[in-house]
């Protein structure tokens, strides 16, 4: 009981989490397999963006309650691609064409 009402304490304070995780800078073997990508999955309380770098490429998995959020589908898609297309802006690159589509379908 404890750590559920410990939990619960914690993240019903937040409306979202945010990991980000350095992995591995060279693909990884396991059994005779090479990963050629990796994913990074926690259920939680609240909705979770999850960040993994493996092998010189980005990551990423958005995590929600589809019943709690229901336009989650297209809310969260647009608002990271904004965020992207916005922070790519302002460090003067240019983003991806199909970033910039989706990220207008928010405005």
Request: with cysteine; hydrophobic share 40%.
């Amino acid at each position: 009981f404890l750590g559920k009402q410990t939990a619960f304490d914690i993240f019903s304070r937040h409306s979202l989490v945010l990991t980000n995780v350095p992995g591995p800078e060279t693909k990884c073997h396991l059994a005779n397999h090479t990963f050629d990508r990796l994913e990074l999955f926690f259920l939680n309380v609240v909705p979770q963006i999850d960040l993994l770098s493996y092998a010189g490429t980005l990551y990423g998995n958005i995590i929600y309650d589809p019943i709690e959020l229901k336009e989650g589908d297209t809310l969260f898609p647009q608002l990271y691609a904004k965020a992207l297309v916005d922070l790519s802006r302002e460090l003067d690159v240019e983003p991806p064409e199909h970033l910039v589509k989706l990220a207008a379908s928010y405005e």
